[in-house]
């Protein structure tokens, strides 16, 4: 570590420690309460934003109605949920439906539109207006919660927090299983090294004989998926309603730029960056949370313009 | 203007003389390439020749349709309900004039900001913090001249630190990083009391009264905007030839020539930042006496987006298209619910937008140019006389 980092670190590290000793003695309780509830949004933002890093990584595509996606697989997850009863079922079906919508998108509007990002982005702009308003019509305004399995549900007792809801810790050691998933699927396999020679260098992947709008197609629908998956796993511990999509956008955009875009590990490690902000600033300062969010990422764009593993091509 | 074409506009001029000699119709956007081409012979002879010259030649770029806008511009609140003369006329001459910010950014600049309604609404912000408004607890009720000076200077002052934070990036980041901004000041507004008082915000702002006119009044007001959307027109009409701006240009083909010839790319991006800034301050303040009142929702997403849409809709690649794209806005968005339910109106707008995306990038105003070169590519043009197109 260079002496910069040190630098850095000291001058970022020291306060936030000295503010989680205090925090930790005024009243330890809050504290790891909203600890675990930051680590649980986290893991929510985690889910997100590497579908959005995996297809900007690939596709140089910022797709905006990322956060429509997770909207739509959200709502269809519930429709599934309470006609089948199965929550099961709905992540599945949040999962596929978001999926399958993705690979549409692809295949009929950004794949003709190769190269040329800027239009692609007010495509995806338009696409957002459009599938919000549509989702408006089918489902309305309302608020829809969804009803966890029974083992699930309730809450568990924890050392040093006294009660948490079993779900929330759920979330996370999913969002880590499925993480750990991801990574396996691009460091471990075929189709993973296909996608990361492509986020390296597309025109040599195609020139080497595989087929190019194909892993486009596949990584869209990954990512678009994970958006919808998400969707029915954060539905079930907030809510799902008109004007989530632009919180979870807004979300994974600002913790892709801070981690990176195109890495999933800085997808990671933004998402555990924002949550905690969000969550420690929602406890202790509730009128300025927001702004904790916007100065990590003023932060991250003053000193690593790339976010903190982006690489400097 | 791509790079390639630039070039050959850069290297032509003489063939660019000749063509203006030669008086070959003008293609509605007079290029730096003419005027240069005529003032620079004229730099030697005497200021009374100069002087006709740049006469001359204002006269040449004024057209019928020209003139035929200004008039029906300045008639049009004499015939006009007043209805149409405020909501339709008033309002899309502001939301034009922000428009217009971001085509200065975009189309001149490169920078796609999605933050110009964030500045706006910043600038209105401060005009109801500074001056008056019907919440005596947190406005400090200095006069109006004063508020509205502080209020575009701190604008201006966002705005350009808005474009410090992207231009650390190029490209699409921008648009991601002037988006999160918006959003995140979108939820500070939303969220904070002490300053600017949550999701109410402030309302009772009023149009100030100068010399016995009451500017709130929907005649005066639309002159007031007309007045401000003009200056912006031909303020960025002049900037866009004068060095700052073909620097800029430059710099948005190809940044990296630009830098080596020793332009500092990163104080001209941000120069461009103030100055866009600045517009959508002005449109801003317009647009909080147009509203008189200022709450979060006037800077959500959906707000931000719609000036993108304006611009993309009327066309980034000239100034009018702001005001054309703010015009069709502002008639569907009053309109199109005669034809489909109210709360559709979004998925409207957004099929248009969609469809103009899809099928014409450069929005109306290139509709209308291949239109035009459809219908006249049959006798006239050929060569030279395209470069400018």
Redesign the interface.
């Known amino acids: 570590m260079s002496r910069k980092n040190w630098a850095l670190l000291l001058l970022f590290g020291v306060p936030v420690a000295v503010f989680a000793v205090w925090a930790i003695v005024d009243n330890a309780s809050l504290f790891f309460k909203t600890l675990l509830n930051g680590l649980t949004l986290a893991s929510l933002y985690f889910l997100v934003a590497s579908g959005f890093t995996l297809v900007f990584g690939l596709m140089r595509n910022v797709n905006l109605a990322h956060g429509s996606l997770y909207l739509f697989g959200a709502y269809v997850g519930w429709y599934v949920g309470e006609h089948t009863g199965s929550w099961v079922l709905a992540v599945i079906a949040g999962f596929l439906a978001a999926a399958v919508m993705g690979l549409l998108m692809q295949v009929l509007v950004f794949r003709h539109m190769q190269g040329q990002d800027l239009r692609q982005t007010l495509v995806t702009i338009g696409l957002s207006i459009v599938l919000a308003d549509l989702m408006l019509w089918a489902w309305g305004a309302e608020i829809y919660t969804f009803d966890p399995p029974s083992w699930i549900y309730g809450s568990t007792t924890l050392p040093l927090v006294n009660k948490f809801p079993t779900y929330r810790i759920v979330v996370l050691i999913a969002s880590i299983v499925i993480g750990v998933g991801l990574w396996l699927l691009l460091a471990r396999t075929r189709i993973g090294m296909m996608i990361r020679a492509g986020v390296d260098d597309r025109g040599m992947l195609a020139a080497s004989g595989v087929n190019v709008q194909r892993v486009f197609a596949l990584t869209f629908a990954i990512g678009a998926g994970l958006a919808g998956l998400a969707g029915v796993v954060g539905g079930t511990a907030l809510s799902i309603s008109p004007g989530e999509d632009t919180r979870y956008l807004l979300a994974s955009l600002v913790v892709v730029i801070v981690g990176g875009m195109g890495s999933v590990v800085g997808a990671a490690i933004g998402a555990l960056l924002i949550g905690l902000a969000e969550q420690f600033g929602l406890a202790y300062a509730p009128t300025y949370s927001v702004v904790f969010t916007f100065v990590i990422m003023v932060i991250a764009l003053a000193f690593k313009p790339r976010g903190l593993m982006g690489k400097n091509t | 203007m791509s790079a390639a074409k630039w070039r050959r506009a850069m290297n032509s001029s003489s063939a660019a003389a000749a063509e203006a000699a030669r008086g070959v119709r003008d293609t509605g956007r007079p290029t730096v390439v003419r005027s240069t081409a005529q003032t620079q012979p004229s730099r030697d002879i005497v200021t009374e020749g100069r002087l006709s010259t740049w006469w001359r030649s204002i006269v040449r770029a004024v057209k019928w349709r020209h003139i035929a806008v200004i008039v029906f511009v300045f008639a049009y609140p004499f015939f006009a309900t007043p209805f149409f003369t405020f909501q339709i006329g008033a309002q899309s001459l502001a939301l034009g004039l922000i428009a217009l910010s971001l085509i200065f950014l975009g189309g001149y600049g490169g920078m ?1 900001s999605l933050a110009q309604m964030t500045v706006a609404g910043f600038a209105a912000y401060m005009l109801a913090i500074f001056g008056t408004s019907s919440n005596v607890a947190i406005s400090l009720g200095w006069p109006w001249w004063l508020a509205l000076i502080v209020a575009i200077s701190l604008a201006t002052l966002v705005a350009a630190g808005i474009g410090w ?1 992207s231009v ?2 190029e ?3 921008t ?3 002037t ?3 918006g ?2 000041f979108f ?2 507004a939303q ?4 300053v600017f008082n949550g999701f109410q915000g402030f309302s009772r702002i009023a149009a100030p009264t100068v010399f016995d006119l009451d500017l709130g009044q929907p005649m005066p007001f639309y002159f007031l905007v007309l007045a401000c959307s003009l200056a912006g027109y031909f303020f960025v009409k002049h900037l866009i030839r004068a060095p700052f701006g073909i620097a800029l240009q430059g710099i948005r083909d190809n940044p990296r020539r630009m830098q080596a010839l020793g332009y500092n790319v990163t104080a001209h991006r941000v120069g461009a930042y103030a100055v866009a800034g600045f517009l959508a301050a002005v449109g801003g303040i317009l647009m909080v006496w147009y509203n008189g009142r200022i709450s979060p929702g006037t800077v959500g ?1 959906g707000a931000m ?1 719609n000036i ?1 849409i304006i611009a ?1 809709l009327g066309g980034m690649k000239h100034p009018i298209g702001a005001f054309i794209g703010a015009i069709v806005f502002v008639l569907l968005q009053n309109f199109a619910i005669d034809l489909v339910d109210r ?2 109106f ?2 409207v ?3 248009v ?2 469809a103009i ?2 099928f014409s ?1 450069d929005g109306l105003l290139g509709l209308w140019q291949s239109l035009r070169s459809r219908l006249d590519s049959a006798f006239t043009h050929r060569g030279q006389g395209r470069i400018h197109r």
């Open positions: 796609v934070l650390r990036t490209g699409i980041y648009i991601m990083i988006l999160a901004v959003v995140a939820y500070l969220q904070n009391y002490t997403v987006i993108l993309v709360e559709r979004n998925l707008i957004g099929g937008f969609l995306v899809l990038p």
